[in-house]
Nanobody, 115 residues
């Protein structure tokens, strides 16, 4: 059973940066999209950023210009560079990989941005 493992979360002051990483414990084939979601306390999980197998990226309006997603299909890794962090970015961040017939989720990593 392939698992996704996130790392890189933590506590940072507003205006700071963090880089989240996600790695698969085994090989994943036929990847369609690699995504980062987040869920703040009391809120629904939301899509933060997406990168397709073709390299097309998509961002939530709230993070455009501040976050950058990158992925390596061959290595089954995906990253999220987060700059100019704001207190409203505080949430649990989840890595997600979708293939033609399966979806994988990580266990989440906590990001806390202090004002």
């Amino acid at each position: 059973q392939v698992q996704l493992v996130e790392s890189g979360g933590g506590l940072v002051q507003a205006g700071g940066s963090l880089r989240l990483s996600c790695a698969a414990s085994g090989s994943i084939f036929s990847i369609k999209t690699m995504n980062w979601y987040r869920q703040a306390l009391g809120k629904q999980r939301e899509l933060v950023a997406r990168v397709t197998s073709g390299g097309t990226t998509k961002y939530a309006d709230a993070v455009k210009g501040r976050f950058t997603i990158s992925g390596d299909n061959a290595k089954n890794t995906v990253f999220l560079q987060m700059n100019s962090l704001k207190p409203e970015d505080t949430a649990d961040y989840y890595c997600n990989i979708n293939t033609v017939d399966r979806t994988y989720w990580g266990q989440g990593t906590q990001v806390t941005v202090s004002s």
